[in-house]
């Protein structure tokens, strides 16, 4: 099966083309400009390219209440244009194909659950922390929705004792995406995040933040992987720094050898790396298509 896959980002719009089992044949990037203008380009590559099915990971907030009048719409976005957009209905009638949608980060759980580091799992959470903080949650054995959809990137996390950064979250003073996003690195730190590298105590104070988160949703969903990735997870010292923290934080309560000796193999980077996005949207069209045939 052909099937389209969209990764929409605020600066970016990846699309690509690939199949069920996670085989990528073509990819195209957009910068996102508004809707008027990167929609029907979009809409002309999977055209071309014949899709049977499309699937959208998508950034939020969304409407993904089926019952609701607005379900498959971008909601309350600062982007230009983007709030109100029906991404969904405008791909639909567009292709007239299948067409799923979902967060950018539940699309790349599920992708890492299906074909990456999180297979088999019943249960897993992706935590991209890059320009922003997002987590995407499988749970016994399905994307987590519910009133709206999880927002754990915006978990609020308890300061370490002399920490007076004011954060970079408009509506937090103390959530992860405002403590420790990339765009708080290069705030708190005078330097943008990647040029970091060598400074032994940005990532301690980093790692102590995003231990935190990850001791949280450990301890809320339980779950049986935690896949960390995003542009500032690329320094990949953290990880060592993150799972000691987490050890440390939990103390011993929850008992399970993925909190002890298998840590390492529990705390990881995605198995499909960069492209956990892309192939978790194509994975989110081909249940968009299974849903439709029954
Ligand atoms: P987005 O979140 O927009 O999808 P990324 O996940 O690439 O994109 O995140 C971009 C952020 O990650 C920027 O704030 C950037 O400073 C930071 N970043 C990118 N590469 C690195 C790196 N190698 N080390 C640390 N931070 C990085
Ligand atoms: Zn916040």
Known sequence: MVIGGIEAGGTKM???????AGNLSDRMTVLTGTPEDTLPRMIRYFKEKKVEALGIGCFGPLDLDRKSPGYGSITSTPKPGW?????????????????????????????????GAAKDCDTAV??????GAGVGVYCNG???????HPEAGHLLIGRKSGDSFPGVCPFHENCLEGLASGPALEKR??????????????WELEAYYLAQAVSNYILAYSPQKV???????????LFGLVRAKVRELLNGYVRHPALEEEL???????????????????????????????
């Open 83 to 115: 709030a109100g957009c029906e991404i969904l209905k405008v791909f639909r009638e567009a292709l007239s194909v299948p067409v799923g949608l979902d967060t950018d980060v539940n699309g790349a759980v599920l992708g890492e659950v299906l074909l």
């Open 126 to 131: 992706y935590l991209t922390i890059g320009t």
């Open 264 to 294: 390492d193999g529990y705390i990881v980077p995605p198995g499909l790396g960069d492209n956990a996005g892309i192939i978790g949207a194509i994975q989110l069209g081909r249940l968009a298509a299974e849903r439709m045939n029954g």
């Open 189 to 202: 730190w005078g330097r943008p995040a990647a040029e970091l590298f060598a400074r032994e105590e940005v």
């Open 227 to 237: 896949i960390l990735w995003g542009g500032v997870m690329h320094q990949t010292q």
């Open 14 to 20: 990846v699309c690509a083309v690939g199949d069920e």
């Open 142 to 148: 399905a994307l987590l929705h519910g009133l709206v």
